[in-house]
């Protein structure tokens, strides 16, 4: 596996000068060169003219693929050189460079980039329909691993982030009415949890860090979406219900130990559960009660 080193590289304004006077040196060079052995007359030209004229046309030739050898990086990005296929160092630091003519360069993006999937229609733990999509913020990390571990980076976060929430919506009922079992619906922040750790998984071998990821779309398929609803009601009804029984049981309790406890009528086992039956009627009807008042004795 090879690990990513940063490469030092030569300013590139103080090279545009030295090279650009080189030139200028050169052709002046030449032109001397050429100029001498024009003074000399035809079959008289003197050997160092000669190779005058041929060391300047050569240190041209150097010249004009040294000035291949300019780059540039806008800030948050990245050049990965090679050098005939051998990995060489990547250069991050923003600005004008130059490096070895030879080098191949390839750039990348190091910027954070938002990808939102689809929706995509998937069956939660229950096999119930459910349309999900979902935004993943993401940015590249390790150049080496982006560059020669993966073919194309941005379209394997793309494909990788769809499967990693088909498998998220296969993991977790839609809704749910107990208090400790998570949900798409209700556990936002813990699914997009599982969500972003499933997805570093799956990205770290491209060399991808996610920063967030989350659901922006949770919705039943169309198909099922009325059924769902009224199921959604119903099972909030009788949970409402039971809350409300339970409380309910626990006021009758309380109201027969206070009782008991300070004596203020006695009852027995009939008057008892008489009383109870009217507080659970009370307490548990959905509409108020009326009351009636009884003007007689105790059991009367």
Not at 168 to 174: D, F
Not at 222 to 234: C, D, F, N, T, Y
């Amino acid at each position: 596996m090879i690990s990513e080193f940063q490469r030092r590289t030569i300013g590139g304004w103080g090279m545009l000068v030295g090279l650009f006077a080189v030139t200028i040196a050169d052709g002046y060079g030449g032109f001397y060169f050429a100029r001498a052995a024009d003074a000399a007359g035809p079959g008289a030209t003197p050997a160092g003219a000669i190779s005058g004229i041929v060391l300047t046309i050569l240190a041209l030739i150097v010249l004009l693929i040294c000035w291949g050898g300019f780059f540039t990086l806008q800030p948050n990005e990245a050049a990965v050189l090679l050098l005939f296929g051998a990995y060489k160092g990547t250069v991050r630091e923003a600005g004008f460079h130059w490096a070895c003519p030879f080098y191949q360069k390839h750039k990348l993006s190091l910027r954070t980039r938002n990808f939102n999937t689809e929706k995509l229609k998937v069956n939660d733990q229950r096999g119930n329909p459910t349309e999900i999509a979902a935004i993943v913020v993401w940015r590249v990390q390790n150049t080496v691993q982006a560059v020669f571990d993966i073919d194309d980076y941005s379209n394997y976060v793309h494909i990788q982030s769809e499967a990693a929430v088909r498998h998220l919506a296969s993991r977790y009922p839609y809704d749910t009415t107990a208090d400790n079992e998570l949900s798409l619906r209700g556990s936002m922040d813990e699914v997009s949890r599982a969500l972003q750790m499933e997805l570093e998984e799956r990205l770290s071998k491209a060399g991808v860090i996610v920063e967030e990821a989350r659901l922006s779309h949770l919705a039943y398929a169309p198909e099922i979406a009325g059924a769902m609803l009224r199921r959604q009601q119903a099972e909030a009804i009788i949970a409402a219900r039971k809350r409300i029984v339970e409380g309910a049981v626990g006021m009758v309790e309380m109201a027969l130990e206070k009782l008991e406890e300070k004596k203020t009528v006695l009852l027995d086992d009939e008057r008892k559960a008489a009383m109870v039956s009217n507080l659970l009627v009370v307490l548990c009807g959905e509409q108020a009660a009326q009351p009636v008042v009884n003007a007689g004795t105790l059991y009367s």
